[in-house]
């Protein structure tokens, strides 16, 4: 795609640990939402990741993930509104299937997951990035949110679940210090939804905001 063509919708990454609350804030604020986890590989791709310590596949690694098919639906919706995107089972860990994302003329959309932060760099260099975010918490809160969520939807043995969760516990902070290099900017939920009313607004925040963004609902953006 030219870089040169005008582009009328820009994207917001939301990232953050696992368990961070990403989805429910991206659902919160109102504006569309192309959700990265589909963009998983599926088990058995040779390129999959393992764990040293178990041989299980490391599914928080950046290599089990398409990052160029994540990047190439961002920019399909920057520029035209619609993509197609994948409808992944992450219990199964395979692609069941496939749909038609459609913003249609909205200015301003959401794509998250833990390696939205991975895309930063690109997003800029293509004109496409409104702003990156990283939700930051404290461990054993996100590790609590973590497994209810992963327990209620089935989504690994609750072995699995236990010894992932136990790690990336102890990972978390160094987690918010790689995707807070990588160009998402650390916040809390509070200073996530100021952030996200000045980029519907079209404004830049560089700290908390003023009063009156985060006094801002974000519907109609």
């Given amino acids: 795609m030219s870089s040169l063509s005008p582009i009328p919708t820009r994207v917001v990454l939301l990232t953050g640990p696992s368990g961070s609350g990403k989805t429910s804030l991206a659902a919160h604020s109102g504006l569309p939402v192309l959700a990265l986890d589909d963009f998983y590989k ?20 950046p290599l089990s993930w398409d990052a160029d098919a994540a990047l190439d639906a961002i920019e399909a919706l920057c520029r035209r509104g619609r ?29 998250e997951g833990i390696f939205a932060a991975d895309l930063v760099e690109r997003c800029r260099e293509r004109g496409l990035l409104a702003d990156a975010l990283c939700l930051r918490g404290h461990p ?9 969520r992963d327990l209620r939807e089935a989504r690994k ?48 925040v560089t700290a908390r905001g003023t009063a009156a963004d985060r006094a801002q609902p974000l519907a109609g953006a």
């Fill in 83 to 111: 993509a197609r995107v994948p409808v992944y089972d992450i219990g199964a860990s395979a692609r069941v299937g496939e749909s038609t994302l459609d913003i249609d003329r909205t200015p301003l959309f959401i794509a």
């Fill in 140 to 148: 054993t809160t996100t590790f609590r949110r973590r497994l209810a």
């Fill in 42 to 61: 599926e088990s058995g791709d040779p390129t999959l990741p393992p764990l040293a310590a178990t041989g299980e596949t490391d599914w928080d690694s």
């Fill in 157 to 204: 043995p609750l072995p699995v679940l236990l010894r992932r969760g136990w790690r990336l516990m102890r990972a978390e902070r160094a987690i918010v210090t790689r995707q807070s290099a990588l160009g998402a900017h650390p916040c809390t939920r509070e200073e996530a939804l100021c952030r996200l009313a000045a980029a519907a607004a079209g404004r830049h």
